[in-house]
């Protein structure tokens, strides 16, 4: 294979290498003049050499009718034969080509470096694989129009035959993966009135983005980048002149729209053992105010935790909550052991209609905030230690007994409201023990879905720019299903959830077998 030209070369050399200059050579150009017919080779000798064409600008105004293959051909005869001109130290008269060879000549003479740097090697490795990704692009809409033409290049159309190629139109810059590739898509003309146009499938029209470079920007949009910074990314990928506008990320969203609308319907087939269930408030321009997102997260018969449900309400509402677990019953859902959340939810009237069986545990981090509003700063410390004491007991009996100290010392020091609010549904605060202990960790507060949507809240905070509450939703969604693969399961594996789900009975947190398990053993 013949290599290119050396630089130098361009200063002197005619419009033969100025084509060359602004297009790189073809190093295959050898390759398809064997596809020319002979006739066509004739003729570009002829026109390279004919005798009444002056030199200089004479060769320019004839080499400007020559099409692209043509002065490539051209190019490769000259540049051969001005390098054994150079070799050989014939004389000639042209003093471009003089001119030519010896910036041929100083070239040949300079030494080649041991190592070049990394910068020039990085870029030709991705100017080659520029280059490559071209070729096959276009060798790839080639054949598409071959397909379509039923007919190759260069071989006649019969009369009864319609349509012929009609050049390229205007280059384009498209991205395959992270690659800005200009590329020129073919035309056609001369079809009749009543056939289907030509449209490349492997380069739609108006279509700038490959699959895999729309689901960059719309990872980056998840990870927080906003929609006005797009349009210096997009630069950045795909070149200078490249523009992208925050509708097109817009319309990439609606992807998101028709996968939440999927989601919201799909049946559960599973067994749940237990469901979390909150209000998140995103803080993102969500109207009106007091609306917010209704989560439910559920723990599998496998131990990992699964988003069930998210939809718009209003979280003190019991309808909103009771048309949620509505929707969940309808696509599968049975009755949970136990479900935890806030007090202050609405979901404890709809579980009551919804779920009748199952039972309720509230969360003790709202506990313990309600109580430290009820009481002085300076006594926040001693609050928040002699609670957790309360809630972290190994059994119910000892809870209960440090329940009792921590009223007695509220009391003592004048805090009646936080007592109050300490004794205030004390069943629903300690549901926890009749549940496997490697659970208690899960179950005795809404953690679950405060660390799930803890990230959420970070992403949102980042760009508080939405308008609308569905965009929200759709962007949280998206978020939490990325993150809900990295969900810690519940402690003690599949064992511990086949003794649950099968009916097993736990106090304080430990398994007891039932009477006929007993007299088997």
Not at 381 to 394: H, T
């Amino acid at each position: 294979m013949h290599s290119a030209p050396p630089s130098g070369a361009f200063d002197g050399l005619t419009q033969v290498f100025e084509v060359l200059l602004v297009q790189p050579l073809d190093h295959h150009a050898h390759e398809r003049s064997d596809d020319l017919s002979e006739s066509y080779r004739r003729d570009v000798c002829k026109r390279r050499r004919a005798p009444d064409a002056p030199t200089g600008m004479g060769k320019r105004r004839t080499l400007q009718q020559m099409s692209r293959p043509q002065k490539e051909l051209a190019a490769m005869e000259t540049y051969h034969a001005l390098t054994q001109i150079a070799r050989s130290g014939q004389p000639t008269a042209d003093k471009a080509d003089q001119h030519a060879i010896a910036a041929i000549e100083a070239k040949a003479a300079e030494p080649e470096p041991d190592e070049p740097p990394a910068a020039i090697v990085n870029q030709t490795l991705e100017e080659l694989a520029r280059e490559g990704a071209r070729r096959m692009l276009e060798r790839a809409l080639a054949v598409e129009v071959d397909e379509f033409l039923g007919r190759p290049r260069y071989e006649r159309r019969l009369l009864a035959e319609h349509g012929y190629r009609n050049g390229y139109g205007r280059p384009r810059a498209v991205a395959i993966g992270t690659w800005p590739v200009e590329v020129r898509a073919p035309r056609i003309r001369d079809l009749p009135e009543d056939a289907e146009p030509f449209h490349s499938s492997i380069l739609p029209r108006r279509r700038m983005l490959s699959a895999e470079t729309q689901r960059l920007f719309a990872r980056l949009y998840l990870e927080g980048l906003s929609s006005g910074d797009f349009e210096a990314a997009f630069r950045e990928l795909l070149g200078e002149y490249a523009t992208l506008s925050s509708s097109t990320i817009l319309r990439l969203k609606e992807e998101w729209a028709s996968e939440y609308a999927a989601w919201r319907v799909r049946p559960l087939t599973a067994r749940y053992a237990y469901i979390w269930s909150d209000g998140i408030y995103l803080g993102a321009g969500l109207e009106p105010e007091n609306s917010c997102l209704l989560v439910v997260v559920g723990a599998r018969e496998d131990g990992h935790k699964e988003l069930l449900a998210m939809e718009l309400g209003y979280r003190e509402n019991t309808e909103s909550w009771a048309g949620v677990l509505r929707g969940l019953r309808a696509r599968g859902l049975g009755a949970p052991l136990l479900a935890c959340g806030d007090g202050a939810l609405g979901l404890w009237a709809a579980l009551d209609e919804v779920f009748p069986t199952t039972r309720h545990q509230r969360c003790w981090n709202h506990r313990v905030l309600n109580a430290l509003d009820k009481v002085p700063k300076r006594l926040w410390p001693d609050i928040r230690r002699r609670l957790r004491e309360v809630w972290s007991a190994e059994s119910r009996a000892e809870c209960e007994l440090r329940r009792d100290g921590l009223l007695r010392w509220l009391e003592a020091h004048g805090q009646l409201a936080a007592a109050d609010t300490v004794r205030r549904d004390w069943e629903s605060f300690v549901t926890f023990y009749d549940f496997p202990a490697e659970h208690w960790i899960h179950l005795r507060t809404s953690n679950p879905i405060e660390s799930v949507f803890a990230g959420v809240r970070l992403r949102t905070d980042v760009a508080k720019r939405m308008r609308r509450r569905e965009n929200a939703l759709y962007l949280v969604f998206k978020i939490a299903q990325r993150l809900e693969h990295s969900w810690r399961p519940l402690n003690g594996g599949l064992t511990v959830m086949t003794l649950l789900l099968g009916g097993a009975r736990f106090v304080d947190g430990v398994y007891v077998p039932q009477p006929a398990e007993v007299s088997a053993a």
